[in-house]
């Protein structure tokens, strides 16, 4: 392969160093039999580097493309989120990195807010004796079965805000990512 397309493949695999091994190596591979089947039709390295367009621009799509794919939460998601928000420049300053903290922080809160309604529940019933359980509550209620009933509706709350924030994250980024282009002729 030529000089030029090899350098191009090595920018496109940079911009996407936050991805999992197995994820950029199946992108570069893609890229690089579109180069090979584009060679093999007689275009030049140059006119195969117009038609992919900037490595940065490239690695852009495949990573929004790669984001917004399906809507589960995982924290390879978040790595990439992060990739792409390196490439998305200015208009993704605040709101990527606010959706991106937020979503995170809300499930997490869900899954912490009815533990600790357990807690307050179990020590009241079994008389454990746990370090500040008294502490645990919502304002003026310190029925522990109130707490413990408020914190799982907390929780399910939190993690409806958390999944909204993760869904806008994600519509955000199809909004501003470029569809991947079809690399196919």
Not at 100 to 113: D, H, L, M, Q
Not at 173 to 183: D, E, G, Y
Request: with cysteine; proline share 4%.
């Amino acid at each position: 392969m030529d000089k030029f397309l090899n350098e191009y493949l090595e920018q496109v695999e940079k911009c996407l160093k936050p991805l999992a091994v197995s994820e950029r190596i199946d992108i570069v591979k893609e890229i690089k039999s579109e180069m090979v089947e584009l060679q093999s039709e007689g275009k030049t390295a140059e006119e195969i580097i117009e038609r992919l367009g900037k490595p940065k621009e490239l690695a852009k799509a495949y990573l929004g493309d790669l984001i917004s794919q399906n809507n589960y939460f995982s924290w390879n998601r978040v790595l990439a989120v992060c990739a792409f928000y390196s490439l998305a420049g200015f208009s993704g300053l605040f709101v990527i990195p606010t959706l991106g903290i937020v979503a995170p922080v809300f499930i997490f809160c869900a899954i912490i807010t009815p533990i600790l309604g357990a807690i307050k529940l179990i020590d009241s019933l079994v008389n454990l004796g746990f370090p500040y359980a008294s502490y645990i509550g919502f304002a003026t209620i310190t029925n522990p079965l109130a707490v413990f009933v408020l914190s799982i509706l907390t929780g399910v709350v939190l993690y409806l805000i958390g999944r909204g924030s993760w869904k806008l994250l994600i519509y955000y980024i199809k909004a501003i990512s470029k569809t991947k282009r079809h690399l196919s002729v």
